[in-house]
């Protein structure tokens, strides 16, 4: 079975870090972009980053440059990602998704659960 | 970076209808659209993708249609099951965007 399982939410004060792990299993992940994708409490979707199958590519919204990188471990069928410098507004869930011809999102994972408060 | 805007925000529609949720991007993006159903507390599901092509799986009462900068995406014979939100995202370039979500309730 096709699957991706997130991990790694939590609650974070402003101005701290997390990393969010997400597990593949049921492919091959080395093929495939993948996607980091979030939704705040209420809201809509946002897409946050890409990474290419070799991780030479990678992607951001202009929110997260700088304080946000995704990264991927195709040995382990993980992906990542790595968020500084945290703020009010990242607090959402975030999804890891996998990408067909690059841009759209055929496979989701349940979500990890990120708020940032004091 | 390409802005999509979908509206209304908000559509009623009774079971057996048919309903199309329209979708705009701020520049040409040739077929490079996807539209996505969420249910409350799930993860999003790909229905379209290259503006037309169904996934596998999707009912065949979902459609898509539109190139440039303006889509829709039809659902025919609406089934109670089909009462969700639903987004709009292009894939033409960085950063990848999404609608603001278009919810299709229960008249």
């Known amino acids: 079975e096709v699957q991706l399982v997130e991990s790694g939410g939590g609650l974070v004060q402003p101005g701290g870090s997390l990393r969010l792990s997400c597990a593949a299993s049921?492919?091959?992940?080395?093929?495939?972009?993948m996607t980091w994708v979030r939704q705040a409490p209420g809201k809509g979707l946002e897409w946050v980053a890409n990474i290419k199958q070799d991780g030479s590519e990678k992607y951001y919204m202009d929110s997260v440059k700088g304080r946000f990188t995704i990264s991927r471990d195709n040995a382990k069928n993980s992906l990542y990602l790595q968020m500084n410098s945290l703020r009010a507004e990242d607090t959402a869930v975030y999804y890891c998704?996998?990408?067909?011809?690059?841009?759209?999102?055929?496979?989701w994972g349940k979500g990890t659960t990120v708020t940032v408060s004091s | 970076d390409i802005q999509m805007t979908q509206s209304p925000s908000s559509v009623s529609a009774s079971v057996g209808d048919s309903v199309t949720i329209p979708c705009r991007a701020s520049q040409g993006i040739s077929t490079w659209l996807a539209w996505y159903q969420q249910k409350p507390g799930k993860a999003p599901k790909l229905l379209i993708y290259a503006a037309s092509s169904l996934q596998s799986g999707v009912p065949s009462r979902f459609s898509g249609s539109g190139s440039g900068t303006d889509f829709t995406l039809t659902i025919s014979s609406l089934q109670p099951e089909d009462f969700a939100t639903y987004y709009c995202?292009?894939?033409?370039?960085?950063?990848?965007?999404f609608g603001q979500g278009t919810k299709l309730e229960i008249k």
């Open positions: 049921g492919f091959t992940f080395s093929s495939y972009w």
């Open positions: 998704a996998r990408g067909v011809f690059s841009g759209y999102m055929d496979v």
């Open positions: 995202q292009q894939a033409n370039s960085f950063p990848y965007t």
